[in-house]
């Protein structure tokens, strides 16, 4: 059984990860070793060797989560204490937070932090999933199967916006709509929840419009416009000197210019940046390959799995990595206004990669299921007399 089971595990996406996170370990060396002693008078290699640290704790949580059975967190005891923690700890934020970069995201102790609405997009994937999953046979009933679970995704991008951080709130709307798109409920009724959602969200903004069209903010919109015309352009432009000049072959592992202090988040928002520069198109498409290679593997995961909770998930978690990844390739490129997010395993971050390291042991580990079940328990006669019965039904529609 034992055999079976690891014999089952998807390890094409466990090596992806390592080398994306080994990749990355080694990029936040290279673009932090000057910045580290300029800016804060630390030691060159202190955020090479914390982030040492936050990819062992990362590879523990992943492991336990790939051997871990999802499907036990569909149980109320597992899933009502980690919503509540969840925003328990958006709440402390206001009490006991540390504000950086203007925004009160972070708990400070010491030298270390946590942030946790990073923590909160994989609870908003698993909750979605899990309470839509259990409402299939009900899910276009508008009042009892689609409304309900809302009220959580509200709390918890209301908290973050208001740290604020529109950003990560923005980023986790954009997966809970993911997850609700694909639970099988009617285009009908997704139609009616973004014109509720419009209407909800119309008044908060005309209400809280001087917190969120601040100075700061107008001037990302008016560098994304034309960066060389304000001074809030100064960190794009930086950005665009640092992709045009690496070229194919870039510069040389450490030859950076811009990290020099020209890009201050230069290990963290724009590593890209300095990844093109020294390392050029050749480690950029390095990068993107591996991330689309983990979404795109994610998607099929989820197309495949016959539990409705699981597919969900694989789907959910595929979904906040290329949207985040996006996010913040789009934004240091100048295709949309920059909004200050780190690129998935890559970027420094001890919070950004323990979540990440959570979210894909989940993927593995129903990755690990699906394949096992098909192989082993005689799925495929199963799939042909009944087929994909118990998929969302924009799932199945998509399969057909």
């Not at 040389?252 to 928002?269: A, F, N, V």
């Not at 093109?276 to 990068?287: D, I, T």
């Not at 919070?351 to 299921?369: R, Y």
Request: charged share 10%; hydrophobic share 50%.
């Amino acid at each position: 059984m034992l055999k079976k089971i690891l014999k089952s595990y998807d390890y094409s996406l466990v090596i992806a990860v390592v080398l994306l996170s080994v990749f990355g370990l080694i990029m936040i060396y290279s673009a932090s070793m000057v910045t580290a002693v300029q800016r804060w008078g630390y030691p060159s290699d202190f955020f090479y060797d914390k982030q040492k640290l936050h990819l062992i704790l990362s590879a523990i949580a992943f492991t336990f989560m790939a051997i871990f059975p999802y499907k036990a967190m569909l149980s109320n005891k597992i899933l009502v204490p980690m919503v509540f923690l969840s925003l328990a700890g958006l709440f402390a934020i206001y009490l006991f937070g540390h504000a950086t970069n203007n925004a009160q995201s972070w708990f400070k102790f010491g030298t270390r932090s946590i942030q946790p609405s990073e923590f909160v997009k994989l609870t908003v994937i698993i909750y979605l999933s899990a309470v839509y999953a259990k409402k299939q046979s009900y899910i276009n009933e508008f009042n009892k199967g689609v409304v309900p679970p809302l009220a959580y995704l509200f709390l918890a991008c209301l908290f973050v916006a208001i740290q604020p951080d529109f950003g990560t709130a923005a980023i986790i709307f954009a997966i809970a709509a993911v997850i609700i798109f694909s639970s099988g409920m009617s285009y009908k009724n997704v139609l009616k929840l973004g014109t509720i959602g419009v209407l909800i969200v119309a008044p908060l903004v005309l209400i809280m419009k001087d917190k969120i069209f601040t100075k700061v903010r107008m001037g990302r919109i008016e560098a994304f416009q034309d960066p060389f015309q304000t001074d809030f352009g100064y960190h794009l432009v930086n950005s665009y000197l640092a992709l045009g000049a690496g070229g194919i072959k870039g510069l040389g592992l450490g030859q950076s210019i811009q990290k020099l202090g020209y890009l201050p988040e230069s290990h963290t928002d724009f590593i890209m940046a300095v990844i093109a520069e020294e390392l050029g198109a050749f480690g950029v498409c390095f990068v993107l390959l591996l991330i689309g290679y983990i979404v795109l593997r994610g998607l099929y995961i989820g197309l495949k799995c016959m539990d409705p909770f699981g597919s969900l998930l694989a789907i959910g978690i595929s979904s906040m990595i290329g949207i985040q990844s996006f996010v913040n390739l789009a934004g240091i490129s100048g295709v949309i206004p920059l909004t200050g997010v780190p690129l998935p395993f890559i970027s420094y971050g001890g919070s950004s990669i323990l979540q990440l390291s959570l979210a894909m042991g989940i993927l593995v580990n129903i990755s690990m299921f699906v394949t096992y079940e098909q192989k082993y328990k005689g799925t495929a006669e199963k799939e042909q007399q009944k087929p994909y019965r118990n998929i969302p039904n924009q799932i199945y529609n998509y399969r057909k």
